[in-house]
């Protein structure tokens, strides 16, 4: 163009780029000026708004000079972060949309009430795993209760009282990036103490900020005759400190099967009924149990007893809106159990609720282990949160 001689036609494109560099400097000025972020500290101090008005003015300027021109540098503009971010270039000045997040969730943090809301709960998962590769299972389900709709933090505890911090951020990392490869979003916590039951009840009673603490914890349960003293006390004080508790037992050959039926055996729709209700809905929500059909179960002694409950059970699962079956079960002698046994072989998840800690927990919690062998996935829930739950449900 130079060539030809005309410099009109190579004016409004050099315009065009010095208007977009301009542009976008302001952006950046003013945005780290509104965020207060301390890296930034320029000799010529300007407030922020005036920076963001003159990136507004700046494509103002771009649209009255050629607007197709304009649309046509904002594309290259975006071509470009596209293409840098796909790169995972690093650089060496950092990301402006660090600070723009830190700042938004420190906002989001200091407003979050603390005061119980059952229409806005949601389930705040920390997963004690171990080692990842071991109960994968347990993220797995947890992942599909999440849904990105909460917060999961996968936690291991390391049984080793000496190692270095390098070490545990290491780890951290691994375990990051070997969920991120599996599609699962998550925080990762690595701690480390001779005695996993202590540590996971010090990590209860330290991990989290303000009001977003973890409300549910996820575990597996303990084969080790030895260990339920130790594990029994663990729930105890989970329950104490007001955290739900969910305990999941696997067939470790076959884990949830087929992901296809779901049995929750309901004793009523205050507290641990609640929350089981809640749990099997959230896992019938996520794309892998999607064909999933959850029954409800319920045994009484009597005929009579039996329409009755026939009657309101239907009448609750119909003002929940929400596709679950039910069945009432009548039984006068045979052991529940047994029956229990019987009714859920072929289901590939049974829920169950946990008793209140007491002080014959560990008397009643291996009772229950014991009675429960050669079930298939099993998961006991115990709602500790001070929340009315069946106020999410109605």
């Known amino acids: 163009m130079l060539i030809l001689g005309d410099l009109a036609l190579i004016a409004p494109i050099l315009t065009m780029f010095f208007l977009t560099t301009y542009g976008v400097l302001n952006v950046a000025a003013g ?9 930034f500290r320029p000799s010529f101090r300007t407030p922020w708004i005036f920076s963001l008005l003159g990136a507004l003015g700046c494509i103002a300027v771009m649209f009255l ?7 046509i540098a904002i594309l290259l503009v975006g071509v470009t972060f596209v293409w840098l971010k796909r790169r995972g270039l690093r650089t060496t000045w950092g990301d ?3 600070g723009m997040w830190l700042a938004l969730t420190r906002t989001a943090l200091l407003r979050i009430d603390h005061t119980p809301d059952p229409k806005n709960w949601r389930p705040h998962i920390l997963v004690l795993s171990g080692a990842p590769t071991k109960r994968w299972h347990l993220i797995e389900l947890a992942r599909s209760i999440v849904q990105r709709s909460s917060l999961l933090t996968v936690a291991t505890v390391l049984k080793t009282e000496d190692i270095a911090y390098e070490r545990i951020k290491s780890l951290e990392a691994n375990i990051r990036e070997y969920l991120e490869e599996r599609g699962v979003e998550s925080l990762v916590k690595v701690t480390s103490d001779e005695d996993p039951f202590s540590a996971g009840v ?9 009001a977003l603490v973890p409300n549910t914890i996820i575990l597996g349960d303990t084969r080790e005759l030895t260990h339920h003293s130790a594990y029994c006390s663990m729930i105890e004080q989970f329950y104490e400190a007001r955290r739900n508790v969910v305990i999941v037992r696997d067939d470790e050959k076959d884990g949830f099967q087929k992901k296809q039926k779901i049995d929750v055996w309901w004793g009523g729709l205050r507290k641990n009924g609640a929350l089981m209700m809640i749990l099997a ?6 794309r892998e149990w999607d064909s999933v059909e959850i ?6 002694p009597t005929e009579a007893a039996a329409q009755d409950a026939e009657a309101n059970l239907s009448q609750i699962i119909s003002n929940m809106r929400i596709s679950f079956q039910h069945k009432v079960i009548v039984n006068d002698q045979t052991n529940f159990w047994t029956l229990l046994k019987q009714e859920s072989q072929s289901a590939d998840l049974i829920m169950l609720g946990l008793a209140e800690p007491t002080e014959n927990f560990l008397t009643y919690y291996e009772q229950l282990s014991e009675r429960t062998q050669g079930l298939p996935a099993t998961m006991f829930v115990l709602a500790a949160q001070e929340i009315a739950f069946e106020e999410i449900l109605l």
């Open 202 to 210: 010090r990590l209860i009673q330290t991990y989290g900020i303000g």
């Open 295 to 300: 029954t409800v179960k319920m045994m009484v």
């Open 65 to 71: 000079i050629n607007p197709l021109a304009t649309l």
């Open 96 to 98: 402006v949309r660090r």
């Open 31 to 39: 945005d780290d000026r509104l965020l207060g972020s301390p890296s």
């Open 281 to 286: 809905y959230l896992i019938s929500q996520d």
